[in-house]
């Protein structure tokens, strides 16, 4: 297996879309990145996890996928630092290995801002 999938992806990863949604990010990516290099315009690459707010949680079908999610105060945060100190030309992962299903994310967020998760927390089937 390789080596990637079991630690998590670095910067220099090769893209291994899985989905035609993954896909037109890594392609969008490649886009910019070719555009930096043709026309030298300053190019900084981020690729976050999910964000999360706060308020309303919605789930295509239960909410049991895994992901890894980070608050949006944190992203905005990271995003700062990255355009004051980042490097141009350089891709940055912005987020965490640890995964959760989102729906005990947001559970454990309505938990701790006594929010009635009936009312907060929406699954929709797709």
């Known amino acids: 297996m390789d080596e990637d999938v ?4 670095h910067e220099a990863s090769q893209f291994l879309p899985t989905n035609p949604y993954s ?3 890594a392609g969008a ?9 043709s026309y030298g315009l300053s190019v900084i690459t981020t690729r976050g996890n999910n964000v999360y ?3 309303l949680f919605q789930f295509m079908g239960d909410g049991s ?17 990255i355009l ?3 490097e ?4 940055y992962n912005v987020g965490t290995k640890k995964e959760r299903r989102g729906i005990d994310v947001a559970k454990d967020i309505c938990k701790l801002f006594s929010m009635d998760p009936k009312t907060n927390i929406q699954c929709v089937e797709s």
């Open 6 to 9: 079991i630690v998590g992806n």
């Open 29 to 37: 990516e490649i886009l910019v990145m070719a555009y930096g290099r």
């Open 88 to 91: 141009v030309g350089h891709v």
């Open 65 to 81: 996928n895994v992901r890894s999610y980070l608050h949006c105060e944190d992203v905005a945060e990271t995003f700062e630092v």
């Open 23 to 25: 896909a037109t990010k």
């Open 84 to 86: 004051h100190k980042g």
């Open 53 to 55: 707010e706060g308020r």
